[in-house]
């Protein structure tokens, strides 16, 4: 399993060194079909004639005397803005996939509540309310972020217990001293009673009077996808892994991830792709759902490169197929669109080996390799 942060280290920020994309003629149809859609939902035209004012506005008191009173109001209206004019743009929706649990569980003046979860067969999403209100020592240095939450956000965590997590963000560097003063709450998952290992994301989103929205993302590195024909048996640990409360949380509940697999799109493959280093995988299938579009393999992508698929759709537009070390090949966001109403995908193999010192990749080290292959896409 790679870890995660091997791979953000290949997202560049200079975006020279990317190739330009360009709208194809079917793209086009789809954004302005999508845009006319948008604008004549009653609700949403309202808020089309407003939207800019409404930032602007919003963005002015917030910087101004009123600054306190409206961060609150500022969460909601953002991410409702973010839905229609930003995040909306692949028509996701996850809600009928949701487990809705709504259940609080109090320790050392700290309460949690684990909102709703997400299961899929390779993929978990957790979202939490974590509530540090009563305890006054946490609120003040949370005061500190100024709201800023999302900057304690931590990547590519892989641990089996809250001792090994502590030791590894005890030789992780953080040039910022707020990491140490505020409780970070790591989790441990077992599902049907087996502890989930995979990539672990833990991301926060917003904060109010010492409340905050922690969402959890697990990338499960399992050789058998998990069986969504039927309800998982979930059990969910909480520990401060700062050591800044002793506290314990624990959930158990039922997970159905029956409703995301029946609409779940499966193409079954049976295509072996060599690798660099020698090696080969099978690709087994090809899968798109609303949490994302992936290509499931059998074997091990080599540590030591970076690997990728890209090519093109039936409509001769580009698309990207990312590996994070999971079993599955994850389709770059902003291709989303690019793989609705295909038939087929053709494919080449690029990989870039990893720099001894730092593991870094550079754009330019990319490479094909091999021959391209075609794979269904319905």
């Not at 808020?47 to 961060?71: D, H, N, T, W």
């Not at 003040?140 to 590894?168: C, P, T």
């Not at 048996?233 to 050591?243: L, S, T, Y």
Request: one cysteine or more.
């Amino acid at each position: 399993m790679k870890n995660i942060y091997e791979l953000m280290n290949e997202i560049k920020t200079d975006t020279e060194d990317y190739p330009q994309e360009v709208l194809s003629e079917f793209e086009a149809k789809k954004w302005n079909k999508k845009l006319s859609k948008e604008l004549k939902r009653p609700r949403r035209k309202k808020y089309a004639s407003i939207a800019a004012c409404a930032v602007i506005c919003m963005a002015l008191l917030a910087a101004g005397p009123f600054r306190e009173q409206v961060k609150a109001a500022m969460n909601s209206t953002i991410d409702s803005l973010n839905e229609w004019l930003a995040m909306d743009i692949t028509d996701r929706d996850i809600s009928p996939y949701t487990n809705v649990i709504n259940t609080s569980v109090k320790d050392d003046k700290i309460d949690v509540k684990v909102e709703a979860v997400v299961v899929d067969d390779r993929e978990l999403l957790i979202s939490t309310i974590q509530d540090f209100s009563k305890r006054k020592d946490i609120k003040k240095h949370m005061k500190q972020l100024d709201g800023d939450v999302e900057r304690l956000g931590i990547w590519g965590l892989e641990f089996d217990s809250f001792d090994e997590i502590r030791k590894e963000l005890k030789e992780r560097p953080e040039e910022d001293p707020i990491y140490n003063e505020i409780p970070f709450l790591g989790t441990i998952v077992t599902l049907d009673g087996e502890q989930i290992k995979g990539t672990q994301m833990i991301k926060p989103k917003d904060y109010e009077k010492g409340k905050m929205r922690v969402i959890y993302r697990y990338d499960i590195d399992r050789k058998e996808a998990f069986d969504l024909s039927k309800e998982l048996e979930m059990k969910i640990e909480f520990q401060d892994v700062n050591r800044i409360s002793d506290g314990k949380w624990e959930f158990a509940f039922k997970a159905d991830g029956r409703e995301l697999a029946a609409n779940t799109m499966t193409v079954d493959l049976d295509q072996k792709v060599a690798l660099p280093d020698g090696s080969e995988i099978r690709l087994t299938s090809y899968k798109k759902n609303e949490l994302g579009t992936y290509i499931y393999y059998e074997g091990k992508t080599p540590k030591n490169y970076s690997t990728q698929f890209r090519g093109t759709n039936d409509r001769e537009e580009t698309v990207w197929f990312i590996d994070y070390g999971n079993g599955r090949f994850q389709l770059d966001l902003w291709n989303e669109m690019r793989t609705q109403d295909i038939e087929s995908l053709t494919l080449s193999v690029y990989s870039a080996q990893r720099t001894s010192k730092d593991q870094s990749v550079k754009e330019s080290s990319y490479k094909p390799y091999g021959e391209p292959f075609t794979i269904p896409a319905k």
